[in-house]
């Protein structure tokens, strides 16, 4: 049966909105520099709100969850790349349902 974590629940459901948000950024910063639209200024708060969220909360479920460094790195470069924020979503998703490959244990000797 899956772990229900709360800190990964809510790592999940602020991924997508931020990976949605940085994509409409760049989405507005091209517009602002080829058109009269600019809402550059709004849509940077926006992201840099769901950004320092979704940083938050993958510090307490990389606590809570016991995340080795690397994945926790990994988690973080998602949110620096356009789409990565939906990839997040879905490894978090497997994670909640259980699917997630656990960790090896040492073999005993």
């Known amino acids: 049966m899956p772990v229900k974590s709360s800190a990964v ?3 999940r459901l602020v991924s997508a909105p931020e990976g949605l948000s940085f994509l409409l950024l760049i989405t507005c910063s091209v517009l602002k520099r080829t058109t009269s639209f600019d809402a550059v200024y709004p ?3 926006i992201h840099g709100v769901l950004f320092i969220l979704y940083v938050v ?3 307490v479920a990389w ?3 016991r995340w080795d460094n690397k994945r926790a790195a990994l988690l973080f470069l998602l949110a620096c790349l356009p789409t990565g924020g939906f ?3 879905r490894m978090l998703a ?3 349902r259980g699917e997630y490959p656990a960790k090896a244990e040492p073999a005993a000797a």
């Open 9 to 11: 629940h809510r790592l």
């Open 94 to 96: 497997k994670e909640e």
């Open 57 to 59: 909360f993958l510090y």
């Open 63 to 65: 606590q809570e969850r």
């Open 87 to 89: 990839f997040a979503e």
């Open 43 to 45: 849509m940077g708060w």
